[in-house]
T-cell receptor, first 114, second 111 residues
């Protein structure tokens, strides 16, 4: 399953499928990007990050892709599990001169159906 | 999580009263942040701190003030709470150019 931009806030997939969550960022000068997972009643939890000198970075079952030309990020989750159900946010870091501030996307609600 | 404690976790108060939320860290990180999270708006930065006594405004700072008198504590104050400040408030910490790590939030209701 795949979400399209920030205007489709929900994504529903079957357990075991791969999920793709997309995000567009605004500032072409941003050089550091982070994906967070937020479960109900909890704070955002760091998943994976990527710097602008990379196009792809892999973690455990997750991959982040960065396309600087079109200012687009995606988070791919392999073999999605019920425990992956959460809201996923992308964030761009505004740099140390701006206090390492983050600007967040609106989030995508991922629902994994058993 | 990540040595961050927010207090209180829940608070209900009345319009016009002062409210102070506390964020305490045990990680000795330089940067601390206060966000609010509302449906349809994601996380928005209120204020942040880049060192003891060094703070700056975020995108939604009106009606809020902060103080950081020591590395481990960052206080957020609503001088005169309004119903529009009903929200979930998150504190985060980081080192420069590193991921921010978040506390579990304070749910604030202003009646």
């Amino acid at each position: 399953g795949e979400s399209v931009g920030l205007h489709l806030p929900t994504l529903s997939v079957q357990e075991g499928d791969n999920s793709i969550i997309n995000c567009a960022y605004s500032n072409s000068a941003s050089d550091y990007f982070i994906w967070y997972k937020q479960e109900s009643g909890k704070g955002p939890q760091f998943i994976i990050d990527i710097r602008s000198n990379m196009d792809k970075r892999q973690g455990q079952r997750v991959t982040v892709l960065l396309n600087k030309t079109v200012k687009h990020l995606s988070l791919q989750i392999a073999a999605t599990q019920p425990g992956d159900s959460a809201v996923y946010f992308c964030a761009e870091n505004m740099g140390e001169t701006s206090g390492s501030r983050l600007t967040f996307g609106e989030g995508t609600q991922l629902t994994v159906n058993p | 999580d990540a040595g961050i404690t927010q207090s209180p976790r829940h608070k209900v108060t009345e319009t016009g009263t002062p409210v102070t939320l506390r964020c305490h860290q045990t990680e000795n990180h330089r940067y601390m942040y206060w966000y609010r999270q509302d449906p349809g708006h994601g996380l928005r930065l209120i204020h942040y701190s880049y060192g003891v006594k060094d703070t700056d405004k975020g995108e939604v700072s009106d009606g809020y003030s902060v103080s950081r008198s020591k590395t481990e504590d960052f206080l957020l104050t609503l001088e005169s709470a309004t119903s529009s400040q009903t929200s979930v408030y998150f504190c985060a910490i980081s080192e420069a150019d590193q991921p921010q790590h978040f506390g579990d939030g304070t749910r604030l209701s202003i009646l």
